[in-house]
């Protein structure tokens, strides 16, 4: 069993920036690869960015290439997302999810487990 934090949420303006931040309970963190999605109101949760197990590998929807950056530190138990040039349409509830496997995967249905989500509010 994993449990997933996520934190660094917030309201920030158009073209500001923000690191979200997700910690894990469990020894075997380096085992598992990870993602982060999203749900805007009204819409159905959607693929953002992915990592393999050993950080070699992501992968990121297209609306946030070049914008937004996944990363991990193994030794912390944690998986960063770094979002830059935020938009309003970035406005989102941003969920991590994890799972065993060691290739990076945008399909919602490869994570067993998810946080409880963090808020991300881009004012215009």
């Known amino acids: 069993q994993v449990q997933l934090v996520e934190s660094g949420g917030g309201l920030v303006q158009a073209g500001g920036s923000l690191r979200l931040s997700c910690a894990a309970s469990g020894r075997t963190f380096s085992s598992y690869r990870m993602g982060w999605f999203r749900q805007a109101p009204g819409k159905e949760r959607e693929f953002v960015a992915a990592i393999s197990w050993s950080g070699g590998n992501t992968y990121y929807a297209d609306s946030v290439k070049g914008r937004f950056t996944i990363s991990r530190d193994n030794a912390k138990n944690t998986v960063y997302l770094q979002m830059n040039s935020l938009k309003p349409e970035d406005t989102a509830v941003y969920y991590c999810?994890?799972?065993?496997?060691?290739?990076?995967?945008?399909?919602?249905?490869?994570?067993?487990?998810w946080g409880q989500g963090t808020q991300v509010t881009v004012s215009s």
């Open positions: 999810a994890a799972s065993h496997g060691t290739i990076a995967t945008m399909h919602q249905g490869d994570y067993d487990y």
